[in-house]
């Protein structure tokens, strides 16, 4: 029999153990031994829960009893989650987290602390909620080199962004209608400043290529600023407007950023809409590969986090290739002002103007009206770009700048 | 040192070895030891090929090797591929494949052999070339009860519907250019009528269910009766045509059929396009999760192939949880009579009949002209399907009929 403990009994936390309860036969089938709930750790007491008998509310309990060998950390934050993971792990007990802020910014030492002690740490439903990813890349495409992940990792700024692309409603108001449906917090900002993506994507690019960068230093922009008329330029050119996490590796230098970006119409990565989230892997044997699926939600996100649970029930800890991950240093990261892309950019300038603008960033196509100037640019480095920004904006203002993918 | 074989080296068995030495150094890195390819058994030599040297022609010098613990078969066709991983499964060895014939035809009992023999079968290359699909089924989604898959499963008529919806090239005419092109075979039956995609569902249905239906029994329509005209007609309606692989399991009865179908252009498989493969789970807990990516070609196929390979060497064989599957039996499966879906039917009748047409199909959806008008009908069973079009067809002759997904 293994004992179970759930830390935390918000969302996430009571559809892990509605998942557990409701499909506890499939379970156990699959792992080959019973499982029970023993403990549910919250601040609150839930009476009118099925599962009111296992809530306690001392952590020392969880820890220090010897029978319960697997905690699924379900709090958010990274305090005291981290600490309770930390300590937990260090008890030989294995965790497994749905919360991407522990794993992004901790993650190296807890993985190393989980080997250490002969346990696992396990985060599938860290990234892309119910979406297997974080499995896929450590065993599926483990026979390729992969050079970069692209992935579309939040559904409230997609929510968004579908919304005024499909409805012409203004950032401002589909956000307030977002926060009336749940889709968005009443604090909106983690999400719409693009941190919770930088998370996610700071993960795939451990996952991805060994280091952990700090999701506080990558270059990252929201989607405040996009607008109506933006989407509109970028679909008479043939593309969406979507809020990327991005990764790669060149020339052994890892680059980690969160930007909108105009995404070809051609691409599966356009055709991700509402609060769906999709993961493009590109990797030197299989080429492109891509996850899709509900990037958050209750039972989506639980059903990674069970899937996580009866890995480390069906295996003995020892035998789980887990991911190794090491802090990156200065070296591992990628001068980002070297980092090349096309743009669009949108000037306040006359159709007269385009052959001066074409020269000045090889850009071929154009679209727009005198006023509101639209062009492709050239793929330039992000030094480049910003030099020569900077050259035009006094005669020609601009309106936006935003990178293609 | 783990010793390897590889059976066969045509395009899959030459990228096998190709990304195993390739990428040597990660795989080693992520199994732990090293590896070698010791044998290489084909009826040809190959004097000008870098494995040279490793090309044997008598496959009992394999079976008989102690020193070969893992075989990679990459024959294609049922004999004596079949036979060859019998043989090396009771001699001890683990087996992974890319052949769909031997998986669908006969997996039940290899996965049974290997149980027996403490060691592991694997074919995620089977299904969807190089996408994850087979592990993450049985791992990612282990939590959930799966209630249907949807696959584009066949890249050769993906890539022929997709030619003939965007160039308006008829069927004939695009299959010559993909034989040309080496998209399609000399001989394309396997795959323009359903074949090829009905033994991949056949797995996917066993991997969903536990279950393995015999391919050749199930319901299955390939693409040759589709015609530029019936495209135009589904993306006037709002539609584009795929060949879908269906598999669902409902009153514990299952259904595993193949079919062109009428994928609406807001789903994700609507975006699955040319030579890639798209494969979607429904699942009660996560709801729907996509898997995107090249469904054939060398190296990406060898992705999945050495991605098995690695999880076999990395694993002792008894601490992989394979999936169990017994052979369906009559009780098992759905009346295919009592299936029930909406339909696209285009018929030869006058705009004027549309009023009859409408209450004889519970037709909500016209468009068309005089002689070629066409209607999504209600949800109605295989059964009332084929009794409604008997009594209608003598007025108005059918044209086209195609289910909806």
Not at 246 to 265: A, W, Y
Request: hydrophobic share 45%.
């Amino acid at each position: 029999m293994i004992q179970i403990a759930i830390l935390g009994f918000g969302v996430v936390g009571s559809g892990t153990a509605e998942v557990l309860t409701e499909n506890k036969a499939i379970i156990e089938r699959k792992v080959g031994q019973p499982f029970d709930i023993k403990y549910i750790l919250d601040l609150r007491d839930f009476p009118d829960s099925p599962f009111a008998d296992k809530v306690i509310h001392d952590f020392n309990i969880i820890v220090n009893d010897p029978e319960v060998s697997l905690v699924a950390e379900m709090m958010g934050g990274s305090h005291p989650a981290y600490d309770f993971t930390k300590a937990c792990l260090e008890a030989g007990k294995s965790v497994v987290t749905s919360n991407k802020e522990v794993v992004a910014n901790f993650g190296t030492e807890l993985l190393g602390l989980a080997k250490t002690h002969g346990v696992s740490y396990e985060f599938e439903a860290s990234v892309g909620g119910g979406i297997p990813i974080i499995r896929p890349m450590n065993q599926d495409l483990s026979s390729n080199n992969i050079t970069a992940v692209n992935g579309i990792l939040n559904g409230t700024t997609n929510y968004i962004l579908t919304k005024m692309e499909t409805e012409g409603t203004p950032f401002a108001e589909v956000l307030k209608d977002a926060q009336k449906k749940g889709y968005a917090e009443a604090n909106p900002t983690a999400d719409v400043e693009g941190l919770d993506a930088a998370r996610k994507i700071v993960i795939l690019a451990a996952m991805a290529f060994g280091k952990r960068i700090d999701p506080n230093t990558i270059p990252c922009e929201g989607i405040t600023k996009i607008t109506v008329e933006d989407m509109e330029t970028a679909r008479e050119l043939g593309y969406a407007i979507k809020l990327i996490g991005h990764t790669e590796k060149r020339d052994g230098k890892i680059l980690c950023m969160v930007s909108p970006r105009l995404v070809s119409q051609y691409t599966p990565l356009s055709g991700v809409s509402d609060v769906f989230n999709g993961i493009l892997v590109d990797a030197d044997m299989v080429g492109q590969v891509m996850f899709y699926g509900p990037g958050a939600g209750k039972l989506p996100t639980a059903s990674a986090v069970v899937a996580d649970m009866i890995d480390i029930m069906e295996h003995t800890p020892a035998n789980i290739k887990a991911p190794v991950w090491a802090d990156a240093t200065a070296e591992d990261i990628m001068d980002f002002s070297t980092y090349a892309c096309k743009n669009l950019v949108v000037l306040d300038a006359p159709l007269s103007a385009a052959d001066t603008l074409a020269s000045a960033f090889g850009a071929v196509r154009f679209c727009g009206r005198d006023g509101r100037l639209a062009m492709i640019t050239a793929e330039l480095t992000e030094a480049t770009m910003t030099e020569r920004l900077t050259k035009v904006d006094a005669a020609y203002p601009i309106i936006t700048r935003i990178r293609l993918l």
